[in-house]
């Protein structure tokens, strides 16, 4: 697949995703949350395509890096096409403040193919630490990361109307959350103490906000593997008039729910080298 054709798939998915929510149905959304998900390494546009272009995918890599881990990509299998970021030096135009050997940075994008694990054959991966309605230990490492934050944590019973709160540097939970619950309204809370705190960058309706942070929590319970049964309708609040607040919103949760992820799954990857980097798709605004 070459570059334009990469470009113009991204185009395409992001109009899709626009005219979907245009339209009051929120699939096409959820979807793109739950590409997140699978996908955090990824930058949001390349997360897009790689659920567009193969929506049952659950692991991916490159050609070799699946020879790596000891498996072959099947003949007659057509990659998954992403944008992956090039950086280089070449020498520097010349201008009067510049020496003649002075070089600047170059950065650009070439179109590269990772694969599915259903595409390729060969040695069993190990398999990835899965909950199911239970959040284990990445309750302990949500709650340790916080921490980590210097965000203080709290529990209380009198919490009536909200099951948590967040008050820029303190989060109140209520005391009684199921293990599931707790996970999720803790990584919603944190996601409003990470995106929501800076007053000259997060939006200024509440219900963008509140959308936001329930988004982050969606995806952040997809990526450990929880099943969380969240209204969908909620996520399509999360349009507020036009592609340029659609995209922020978008860019906002991937950021911040990778951010999460990364630190509450360190181990989890361990030796699996899935990604090809933090490689940034096209995005037509």
């Given at each position: 697949?070459?570059r334009?054709?990469v470009q113009r798939?991204?185009r395409e998915?992001f109009?899709?995703?626009?005219?979907?929510?245009?339209?009051?149905t929120?699939?096409t959304?959820?979807?793109y949350?739950?590409?997140?998900?699978s996908?955090h390494?990824?930058?949001?546009?390349n997360?897009?395509?790689?659920?567009?272009?193969?929506?049952?995918a659950?692991h991916?890599?490159g050609?070799?890096t699946?020879?790596?881990?000891?498996?072959?990509v099947?003949?007659?299998?057509?990659?998954?096409?992403?944008m992956?970021?090039?950086v280089?030096?070449?020498k520097a135009?010349?201008?009067?403040?510049r020496d003649e050997?002075?070089?600047?940075t170059?950065?650009t994008f070439k179109?590269a193919?990772?694969?599915?694990?259903s595409?390729t054959?060969?040695?069993p991966?190990?398999?990835?630490?899965?909950v199911?309605?239970?959040?284990?230990?990445f309750?302990d490492?949500?709650?340790?990361?916080?921490?980590?934050k210097?965000?203080?944590l709290?529990?209380s019973?009198?919490l009536t109307?909200?099951?948590?709160?967040?008050?820029?540097?303190?989060?109140l939970l209520?005391?009684s959350l199921?293990?599931?619950e707790?996970?999720?309204?803790?990584?919603?809370e944190?996601?409003?103490?990470?995106?929501h705190?800076?007053?000259d960058?997060r939006?200024d309706a509440?219900k963008v906000?509140?959308?936001?942070?329930?988004a982050?929590?969606?995806v952040v319970c997809?990526g450990v593997g929880?099943d969380v049964n969240?209204?969908s309708?909620?996520?399509?609040?999360?349009?507020?008039?036009d592609?340029?607040t659609?995209?922020?919103s978008l860019?906002?949760i991937?950021?911040?729910?990778s951010?999460i992820?990364?630190?509450?799954t360190a181990d989890?990857?361990a030796?699996?080298?899935f990604e090809?980097?933090?490689?940034?798709?096209?995005?037509?605004?």
């Amino acid at each position: 697949m070459k570059r334009d054709d990469v470009q113009r798939i991204a185009r395409e998915a992001f109009q899709q995703l626009v005219e979907s929510v245009e339209a009051g149905t929120s699939e096409t959304l959820v979807n793109y949350l739950k590409a997140m998900g699978s996908f955090h390494r990824y930058s949001l546009g390349n997360a897009i395509l790689i659920r567009l272009q193969k929506p049952d995918a659950t692991h991916v890599a490159g050609f070799r890096t699946w020879q790596r881990l000891g498996r072959r990509v099947r003949k007659g299998e057509y990659g998954i096409g992403i944008m992956a970021p090039i950086v280089y030096r070449r020498k520097a135009a010349a201008d009067a403040d510049r020496d003649e050997d002075d070089q600047e940075t170059v950065r650009t994008f070439k179109t590269a193919h990772v694969f599915d694990v259903s595409q390729t054959d060969g040695k069993p991966l190990p398999e990835c630490a899965r909950v199911q309605g239970n959040p284990e230990q990445f309750l302990d490492r949500l709650k340790d990361y916080v921490a980590a934050k210097g965000i203080k944590l709290e529990h209380s019973e009198h919490l009536t109307t909200a099951e948590g709160v967040s008050t820029g540097g303190t989060i109140l939970l209520k005391q009684s959350l199921a293990p599931a619950e707790e996970f999720s309204v803790l990584c919603h809370e944190l996601a409003h103490e990470i995106c929501h705190r800076q007053t000259d960058t997060r939006p200024d309706a509440k219900k963008v906000r509140e959308t936001e942070a329930e988004a982050v929590a969606f995806v952040v319970c997809q990526g450990v593997g929880l099943d969380v049964n969240t209204a969908s309708s909620d996520y399509i609040q999360l349009y507020n008039g036009d592609r340029k607040t659609l995209m922020e919103s978008l860019e906002r949760i991937q950021r911040t729910a990778s951010e999460i992820l990364v630190a509450i799954t360190a181990d989890r990857h361990a030796g699996r080298e899935f990604e090809v980097g933090a490689a940034v798709a096209a995005q037509a605004a």
